[in-house]
């Protein structure tokens, strides 16, 4: 709206506050004068007599009749038509009037006159100039009429000057000057305040357009945002320091089998089985310093079974606390394609070795049946037990994998899977150099699987020697603090890796090897199968030195019982964050 | 419902009140009965008559409002007069009145200006024997016991300040010429019969 618009109607409605305010002012002040006069009449002459009788006197019937007749028509319109132009203009008029009956019933005593002055005070409060007008008009008239005709009414003599009502007036006008110069102040005040509401109101109307534009684009976002967390394959979670729920999606409450109500008066505890208060308070400094972590672990339904997660974390400021932001995604599926990814490349791996093994069979059947025939009796027994121990290895090998752990020893889980690697390495110009240090540390871990992970990079390995080479697999105790560390490393002199494939040969599915020679899943495999044992992968290369080093955490005896018993109660994945593997 | 219009009730209104002020004003400057005073100081009045001194009498109704200005001119006129004139003062009290009835406001005022003296009037014998009929009537006798003025010292019903009796007394006091000796009086009635008499000199 027009700011000189609004500002006019703010002033209107300012002066129409103020003129029906004054009105009822007025209103009372005259019956309060109406009043007032009848009881000034009954107190100074209520009786007139006759000798011994007497009557009501006449200025107690003026003061009733006359006064109520001057106050009836200004406090009929105060309170009929209050605040319009007419009606103040009557109540100067009945104002004056009622001046000049004071002053007649006091006698025309110069101090009743004092009330015309009063009166046009008072009018002054209309901030109207031309009501100061009107009145003064009534009393000049009143003047000049009766002190014309009546002069000791007015004056309180009988001979005056027939310019007194001047003086009488220039009075009244002299006061006048004053008051309608207040009122003009007064109406230039109200309308600098009319302008700076009108001002204020314009900019509270643009801020509040600019706040309903920007609560609408939040509000627009916010839903966008809704969508996209309430429609997401992976649950949300919003926790707070305590780890109790603030809020969740929806697929959240699907995963679990929970209802978003029972959810948010449930903590993590409640839904991560393993999972304390000093876990969770750790996890808090992990993220103050890393800001995320990725960590697996597992979840229990509201039916008690549980399952596989990967979380991803983070902290997060809402409303002035700090909360835990939880990325959950439900890995079951993902364990079963790893488990099966496992087992082809596994079978991958015997049908190559099956070369090997029908290698190493077929000399020794081949004496077995030279001698056969001429029915000697001098058959190699070790060559036929060699032949029985490798078919063995080969067939624990191809087992299906159990993700079961437990305490075995690193040098052993080495020389059974060594068996294998023999029967590839005699197949090629590569020379083998074993060195397992003696005395090793038990490790808490999956001898099928880390089996995988010797024979997965000795075949890697040879696999870099097409021209021959050397093969090394050597372990060894790094004690450092806190933790320490078995080491197994496991080098060639091959053609190395260069520099730029370092970064994915770790990656699934990526291999140099030729079409049908590999599947591009070993070396990530094993960096799966690391990770799990918590232990981290390093590769150096260059040409004619690669040195892949699998680091295993030592347990304490304390250690291996606590994850040994937690293994055999719920199995919660690993009781600290994984770290990603180096490269 | 009759509606009228708001110019019409205005001057409907203002007339009305016009109306009103204007019989207010003829009550107020309506005289009451004049006073037929004796030419000599009457013989029977139980006032001694005047020993080289003028004398001022006054007759008044002791509830009279209107006769307040009256007392008010009076205590004026003494004080300007500065003993050269005796006051009396007769309150009017009805036959068979309690002792006290007359002793009012206004005979508090006549009693507290100096030279005045108030006296009661029972049945307003003496104020008759004056002629006196209505509050406020005033009498200058000089001192050979002549009549010099019969009149009010108001100018109207209740109205005190300058007026002709007022001027015209004070300038009889004084010993100085003056044209009016009569003035119409303002005031309530002495009695309650009010034979119709021409009063004046």
Redesign the interface.
Known sequence: MNIARRTEELFSAHQRNINGRTDRLFMGLMLFQWLGSIAAAFW???????????QT???VW?AV??GG??T??PVLLALKRPGQT?TRH?IA?GQA?MS??LI?LM??RIETHFHVFGSLAFLAFYRDWRVLITASVIVAADHLL?GF??P??V?????VSNWRWAEHAAWVVYEDVFLVRSCLQSIQEMRDIAWHRARLEDTNRTIQEEIGRRTAELSSSEKRFRVLVENAADAFFLADAEGRFIDMNRRACELLGYTREELLGMTVMDISPGFSRAILEQLAVTLSFQGQALREGKHRRKDGTTFPTEVSLGLADHDGRQCFIALVRDISERRKMEARMQQSEKLSAVGQLAAGVAHEINNPLGVILGFSQGMSRQVKAGDALRCKTLVQNLLTFARTSQSDRGVISLNETIQQAMALVETQVKLTSVSLQVGLAKGLPMVLGNKNQLQQVVLNLAKNAIDAMPNGGTLSIATELLESKPHSWICLKVADTGTGIPSALLQKIFEPFFTTKPVGQGTGLGLSLISEIVQKHSGTLDVTSRPGATVFTVKLPVRTGREMEECLRALETQKPAMASVVPYHKV | MIRIDLWTAVSLWLSIVCLGMAGLQRYETKPGTAAAAPVRWAADSRIAPPAGRMILLMALHPRCPCSRASIGELDGLMARARGRVSAFVLFYAPAGAAQGWEKTGLWRSAAAIPGVTPLRDDDAVESRRWGALTSGQTLLYDAQGRLLFSGGITSSRGHSGRNQGTEAVHALIMGEKTSPRGTPVYGCALTAARPKVDGGI
């Open positions: 100074i002459s209520p009786k007139t007599w006759s000798g011994p009788m007497s006197h006449i200025h003026a009749f006359l007749a001057i009836l028509l007419p009557v008029a009037l000049a009956l007649h006698g025309g009766r005709y009546w000791q009414s004056y309180g003599v009988l001979s």
